[in-house]
């Protein structure tokens, strides 16, 4: 048994014939235990298990799923108690969950008088690589006495040059990332989720996004993004644990406490003027990035890791202005998604780019990056209209450890 | 050269950056083109092209992708001879984009000054089994003289009981079904013809679906919908040639002949209300479907496909009501997908079904079933809040053909 099982349980003929393929799926993972445990390997096979516990939450360095469902929640219940136990029972469906088991004991059924323990929808499908990564808001710490725990890095974020940010697309007390290989399961876990904190949390805003820009693994061939280039080339990977030590992981030297092997996480909502982007020529369109559109090569360079020479470039491009070299060294780690909601009212698509970053600290990540982007060249083209900050606790450890326990028993 | 290639040309060195894995993956169907010819396979790999030209548009009988994106037009040209060039152009592009190429003759990019012919967001993946499938919805034939070409089946669809329609998520002049393996190539192909058709026609709606429902690969696990439940267990399958001729495909002795191989597509958009689902017990979900949860099978029987005894079930339960047996032998091809679309005001996710059925006429088959179904117990939980019907034309034969040629040239 590996460290991500659940205690075993007698199956009934339900529970045989609810787990079916997830299961077998199952299974299979937990015999191939060392391949599911390496987190920094390329591109696992989509039906492995990515394990749940850890010193840091998974879907940070995990090599990115290629779906997204990203929820963010508000808390109803003003009873610390029942909030707490919302945090364990939630953390006990994400161990179930990410392991390729339907939530709770009973298979998915349980007594034929009672709401499933499951919605079902995922029943047949396997593990797809789920990771459940939770965060708590600034507005969080307004509640259940927490004020003093809140880091001095969980900000409220500046307004920046052109922000244009729908407050019904923003903020949140909480929030949870799922991602996986299959919308489904990424869709399943966050509905859930929800169905389990009925009464306790309401989500506020949530997001899909259908294709990964940035990649953790750079083996992999780098995704685009809607504009069509090149997206991520220089991100940080799942393997550089020095980069991940300097930029990504709170340290235990780091304030406060409780935060020792967590992060920040920035959540933009970018919308893309792509009908104009389109009828852009394709000397500006790589202008504006300072790479070139097919290879993804730097201004001058013939191939997309060769290093860029940033003067080569228009003062305005992209690369140029969002480069650590441009910005005192700061560097985050990239883990957004391209998203298409449907149609705004004048026939345009409204899609772009959703985009998550982790840092160790957004004063030094996130902000001075982004300040430093008031010229780009590429803000003709798109609208930042969702924002959100949240303070990442670090991993669950073990099967009796929970989301959230390092702030919540520092009181108790 | 199997006949879904394009002309050759030549490849100048940014065809040649630009192609990378979209070239290769073709290549490599190419290669292997009695399978990417044979549409009957059961779930080929993900990475083949399916055959554009043939007597029906594909993506009705092909083994049904993973993903969706589905657009509605309105036409804003009022020059039938431009409309029908862009026929042309969105032929010729579909052609291009089935076989996993970019749009346009010079890679995706053409001249630096002038905007690139393909948007390159697809220019690494694969082909993907992308399917895109054209309709014209009855406002069509109130423009560009074309009333008597009308075809009786397309009917101005009556109200059903539990409707609550959206205008803006309704009708359309013309559809683009475009289904993938990756949603990336999804909507990568609905935005370029969108491009290609600036000034000419407009996006009305558009929906995207991440999981199917429906399958048509009997042999294949059967998908779940959101509520949890298998659907289309007894769904027409891409093998069955007997049953497509008799309810999908429209016949030669039908009216009007330039219909002749093509089909009625019924498009609906149905909320699921899945938070009252989700707390409703087993015993009544079960009971409001006339299937067990788990396995799928019929009251009272042990597997899914065992035949369903009617008889058995609550005489409001879905599938009775909605089975062939009930309904005169009414009998629809089913392509639907899941979505879920953010939040609504209310904390709600914004999810369900987006039903496609495809029917040789719509009123010996959505209409008698959808009026059967005015009773089902399934109505507390679901509401049709979209609606649309497109006439189908046939397929493109060969590489001089072109989408609507059967309607529009008949009067030339």
Redesign the interface.
Known sequence: MTDNDTPSHSPSR?AL??W??AGLALGAAAAGGAVAMARTDDDPAPDTAIPFHGAHQAGIATPVQD?L?F?AF?VTTDDRAEFVQLLKDWTEAARRMTAGHPVGEG??????????D???????LKPSRLTLTIGFGPSLFEKFGLAEQRPDALVDLPKFAGDNLDK?RSDGDLCVQACADD??VA?HAV?NL??IG?GKV???????G??KTSSTTPEA?T???????KDGTRNIAGTETDRLKKFVWVSENDDPSWMTNGSYLVARRIRMH??TW??????E??DIFGR????GAPVGKAKERDEPFLKAMKPDAHVRLAHPDANHGATILRRGY?F????D?L???D?GLFFLAYQRDVREGFIPIQRNLATDALNEYIQHVGSALFAIPPGVRDKDDWWGRTLFSKEA
């Open positions: 339900r014939l609810g079916g393929g779906r469902h929820a508000d298979g998915f059924g349980g007594l034929p008088e009672a709401p499933p499951d919605t079902g929808e995922a029943l047949d019904n919308p489904q869709v509905r929800a169905r009925f309401v989500i506020r805003w949530s997001q899909l259908f294709g061939q995704p685009r993004n809607l504009m069509g280039f792509i009908e389109d009828r852009t020529s394709l000397q369109q790589e070139d559109k097919g290879e391209s298409t909601d449907g149609t009212g026939g345009r698509l899609a």
